[in-house]
């Protein structure tokens, strides 16, 4: 009997099975699917991975293409989409190496979609209700032993149900809008295969509103005052209080009156100090747009910044 470590994807199981070895680690495979077998405080361990999600939702009656919809379940993703064959193997893997195993324990990441996928592994494939639970947010090894050492006896059921709700409302309103829609659009006479979903519909929304306030936007003209000097041999750059002038004769006014002035008087100084707290760590959208800002890099090429789908490598 041995304790099972199912992590989200093979390079994890790699620097877990590290991390955790009080020697070197085992590498063995079962249908090319790579997983490790290692000691760790004299317990046995083996370390298993996914790859990304193994199971997504589907219908469980009815014919494709009907809607409305709401009888779905989980089934492994490589049964329902062609894209995903190659999960079949981890899916098999772990369900290999589940049969011996008394223990189990989820080291996917800590977020919500890492929860759902450890989720779906310990109940659809270990047979189990609940598991062990590291928790760690790197995969160096002080982190990965803290969370060996201190992981939780139970899933986080928050973040679990959370997921499920998400995928199932993704569901909901993508699957059954995007057939509504696409329906919708035979009754013309034509065909066109029409998307929107939970996200994907509200963001349209606000495009078409920001587009039409864009096309009805009328220009006023405004003047401001600027002010460029010097002072303890640096430069300044001032604006004029008031801001924008909506009207030029008493921007100008106010110009001629300072226009010859050489000098100006610092009237008051105001200094102040506070706490800022470190940025947190990037999720995916920060990254996504912050790999743009700073280098031009498209959210689309995943492989310089990532993916929410998982490629076999």
């Known amino acids: 009997m041995y304790e099972l470590v199912i992590t989200e994807k093979p390079q994890a199981a790699s620097k877990i099975a590290e991390a955790l070895a009080d020697y070197k680690p085992i590498k063995e495979n079962f249908q090319g699917v790579p997983y490790y077998k290692i000691t760790h405080g004299g317990k046995d361990i083996i370390v298993g991975c996914a790859v990304g999600h ?14 409305p919809v709401f009888d779905i379940d989980w089934a492994p993703s490589h049964e329902a ?8 193997k981890y899916l098999n893997a772990l369900k290999h190496l589940s049969k011996d ?26 047979k189990k209700k609940d598991a062990n639970r590291m928790k760690f947010s790197t995969l160096t090894k002080p982190d990965l032993v803290e969370a060996y050492e201190n992981k939780s006896p139970h899933l986080d059921w928050g973040q679990a149900k959370a997921g499920e709700t998400r995928h199932k409302m993704d569901w909901f309103h993508g699957i059954n809008y995007s057939r509504a829609l696409t329906s919708a659009v035979k009754t013309t006479g034509s065909f066109k ?33 600027q002010l460029l000097g010097s002072v303890n041999r640096g430069d300044i750059e001032a604006w004029h209080q008031k801001d924008k002038f909506w009207e030029q004769k008493e921007a100008d006014a ?15 100084i105001e200094k102040s100090q506070f706490r800022q707290s470190p940025p947190v760590p990037f999720d995916l959208t920060t990254l996504q747009t912050e790999s743009y800002r700073c280098f031009g890099i498209q959210p689309k090429d995943e492989k310089a910044i990532g993916s929410e789908q998982w490629e076999e490598k």
């Not at 989409?81 to 079949?88: C, I, Q, R, T």
């Not at 106010?254 to 008087?265: A, D, L, M, N, T």
């Open 101 to 126: 195993a008394g223990e189990f324990t989820v080291a996917t990441d800590y977020d919500v979609e890492g929860e759902v996928i450890g989720l779906n592994v310990v109940r659809y494939i270990c």
């Open 54 to 67: 193994l199971f997504g939702l589907e219908q469980k009656t009815g014919k494709k293409g009907e809607f």
């Open 81 to 88: 989409k062609k894209e995903s064959a190659f999960s079949k």
């Open 193 to 225: 295969l029409m998307s929107t979903g939970r996200v994907q519909g509200p963001a349209l929304k606000i495009i078409v509103d920001r587009e039409k306030e864009i096309r009805a936007f009328k220009p006023v003209p405004f003047w401001q005052l």
């Open 254 to 268: 106010i110009f001629q009156k300072v226009r010859s002035e050489k000098q100006g008087v610092v009237s008051n």
